[in-house]
């Protein structure tokens, strides 16, 4: 195979994501309709969600991290409270817990499916535990059964942050029907990208009803303006419809990148659990070798044209939780009422050895949604064997 040093003229990966005249419809009509905050779209676009979902109830939401607020106030999390979340996500995971002023605890995680390890999340468990946010991150799902019978009859509720995982399933269930509340984002980077957008699932007929108040301006308790715009929505039930066709075109452009980059030392392209069913959001490429080297081959990738990244720094470092600014709302971790684990601690120096090998530099991602195909793959795999040969 002939190793191109540049990109052929005129390459360039496909952009994502790839709209066209179904979804310049869909807006269309939202504008001809005169209704442009949520009302006939988002509730049709729930039902379609539920429904793709097996889901008993949907909510759209105006982005997940909205969703994820949501999902902490509707299940009473505040004050005093501990969250048990993983480092390895994007901020709105964690986040989302000092919105209800609760404590995070980091928990490590595994270094297969990169979620949380169900063995030291039985070590971050305390009395003030009160719920556990788990990511499927790229697409790939957690142990999420696994980690739903350890927290069974303790009074501590699980919530999937599944941004990554449209469609995907553990174990034969879909990714965010698992926990009493699963939460998706439909940014545009997302597989089912609609600019800004997020769902939330719930089989709880009580939890759907509070979450929906909570969302828009319910009367009686603090709540929000979180809602979805019928533009989202009308995009959103198109792409919905070729959802299951994009994901299937990422696990061809997944099993590809498997079957061609097996002998090359350095990278191996990361796989889901043999139990589950992954929608590869991103595929995962874990990388050995020297920091800098691997630094080094980065860099040549990206300037190859291949839209490559190391993953993102553990959350755990953030300057959310380690703040050099006192913020207004107070640190719920050093309040007088608050003695457990993190009392004294300061959450940069909290030591979780797995998360730190791997993010950022031990993790790549490379995105491969459609029309990423057969030509693409190929062009990767030789920038990849030629830089790591
Ligand atoms: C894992 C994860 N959770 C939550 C979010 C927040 O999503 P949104 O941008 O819809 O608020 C993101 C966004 O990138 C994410 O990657």
Same mark, same amino acid.
């Given at each position: ?167 995907? +399933? !553990?174990?034969? #269930?879909?990714? /965010? ?8 984002? &439909? *940014? ?109 081959? +980065? !860099?040549?990738? #990206?300037?190859? /044209? ?8 553990? &959350? *755990? ?73």
């Amino acid at each position: 195979m002939k190793f191109r040093s540049l990109p052929e003229p005129g390459f360039a990966w496909p952009r994502w994501p790839n709209y066209g005249e179904e979804e310049a419809a869909a807006v269309s009509r939202v504008i001809a309709s005169n209704q442009l905050y949520a009302k006939e779209e988002v509730l049709s676009f729930e039902t379609a969600y539920a429904q793709f979902s097996s889901s008993s109830y949907a909510l759209g939401v105006g982005n997940a991290t909205q969703g994820l607020h949501l999902a902490l106030a509707a299940l009473g999390v505040g004050l005093g409270d501990e969250v048990i979340v993983t480092p390895y996500s994007w901020i709105s995971s964690a986040s989302c817990i000092l919105m209800q002023n609760a404590i995070p605890i980091f928990c490590d995680i595994e270094d297969k499916t990169f979620g949380i390890d169900p063995i030291k999340l039985e070590e971050c468990i305390s009395e003030r535990t009160r719920a556990v946010i788990l990511v499927h991150m790229s697409g790939y799902p957690s142990r999420v059964h696994e980690i739903k019978t350890i927290l069974a009859g303790r009074n501590i509720d699980l919530i999937e942050d599944a941004s990554h995982a449209h469609g995907a +399933l !553990a174990a034969g #269930q879909r990714i /965010g029907t698992v926990g009493r509340i699963g939460v998706f984002s &439909l *940014h545009q980077r997302k597989a089912l990208a609609v600019g800004d957008g997020g769902i939330i699932l719930t089989q709880e007929r009580e939890l759907y009803e509070k979450i929906r108040r909570l969302r828009s301006f319910g009367d009686q308790e603090l709540s929000y303006n979180y809602r979805m715009s019928e533009f989202a929505a009308a995009i959103g039930k198109v792409r919905l419809q070729n959802l299951d066709d994009d994901n299937a075109i990422r696990r061809r452009n997944h099993s590809h990148l498997t079957e061609e980059l097996g002998d090359v030392n350095e990278i191996e392209v990361v796989q889901p659990a043999p139990s589950d069913t992954a929608v590869f959001y991103a595929v995962l490429l874990r990388v050995h070798g020297e920091l800098n080297a691997r630094s080094k081959r +980065l !860099a040549r990738l #990206q300037n190859s /044209g291949l839209p490559l990244k190391q993953t993102w720094d553990p &959350l *755990h470092r953030h300057p959310h939780f380690n703040p050099v600014v006192y913020p207004a709302r107070g640190i719920p971790w050093q309040m007088d009422n608050y003695d457990g684990p993190m009392r004294d601690k300061i959450y940069a120096a909290v030591s979780l050895p797995v998360v730190e090998s791997l993010c950022p530099h031990g993790l790549w991602e490379l995105p491969v949604h459609p029309p990423v195909g057969d030509a693409e793959i190929e062009f990767a795999v030789e920038q990849l064997r030629h830089v790591f040969k």
